[in-house]
T-cell receptor, first 115, second 114 residues
């Protein structure tokens, strides 16, 4: 049962334009969401996160939007740069009294920025 | 702080052999996680520790897998009697207990079972 879904395996965007990566989830208990970026032969690198009590979080060129009613989140990158070419993973966590626990990941979207 | 480190980076072994991987977390982090990633998939949770206590194990972690974190610092993941299906990238992550959920990953150990 894939609880976190990234339905677009790949995306190509012109340099300077906006990249929009999408993620859907099914588990209504998820209350914290994260985006990771992964280059080949490296571990995932944390990019940005959002709590379920918010609908938007922004950090520089990266903005994450959360639509709880639709169980959907998206990552916007603007402007897109060649160094943004990587695989992007959406991840989610169920909060608890113990704090952070396991992350459930999507299957990833390969973003290619075209110069 | 040099981040999370993992050794070895690559391991090739023959089916039936035992292998052990090591993870050194970020020094001030008390939580340590192991994940496995196969081709075309996202990382899948295996187990995690808070200090030296192993708090959760995934059903993916068969009896052939064992993880330890004896002094609450580094951790080891051992796979006994390896099978070809164990071939994957094994990722370690660490975090500090608190109000944020970010986990910081190491570069991974790529295991190939021949």
């Amino acid at each position: 049962d894939q609880q976190v879904k990234q339905n677009s395996p790949s995306l190509s965007v012109q340099e300077g334009r906006i990249s929009i990566l999408n993620c859907d989830y099914t588990n209504s208990m998820f209350d914290y969401f994260l985006w990771y970026k992964k280059y080949p032969a490296e571990g995932p690198t944390f990019l940005i996160s959002i709590s379920s009590i918010k609908d938007k979080n922004e950090d520089g060129r990266f903005t994450v939007f959360l639509n709880k009613s639709a169980k959907h989140l998206s990552l916007h990158i603007v402007p897109s740069q060649p160094g943004d070419s990587a695989v992007y993973f959406c991840a989610a966590s169920v909060g608890s009294n113990f704090g952070n626990e396991k992350l459930t990941f999507g299957t990833g979207t390969r973003l290619t920025i075209i110069p | 702080d040099t981040g999370v480190s993992q050794n070895p980076r690559h391991k090739i072994t023959k089916r039936g052999q035992n292998v052990t991987f090591r993870c050194d977390p970020i020094s001030e982090h008390n939580r340590l996680y192991w994940y496995r990633q196969t081709l075309g998939q996202g990382p899948e949770f295996l187990t995690y520790f808070q200090n030296e206590a192993q708090l959760e194990k995934s059903r993916l972690l068969s009896d052939r897998f064992s993880a330890e974190r004896p002094k609450g610092s580094f951790s080891t993941l051992e796979i006994q009697r390896t099978e070809q299906g164990d071939s994957a990238m094994y990722l370690c992550a660490s975090s500090s207990q608190g109000i944020t959920y970010e986990q910081y990953f190491g570069p991974g150990t790529r295991l190939t079972v021949t």
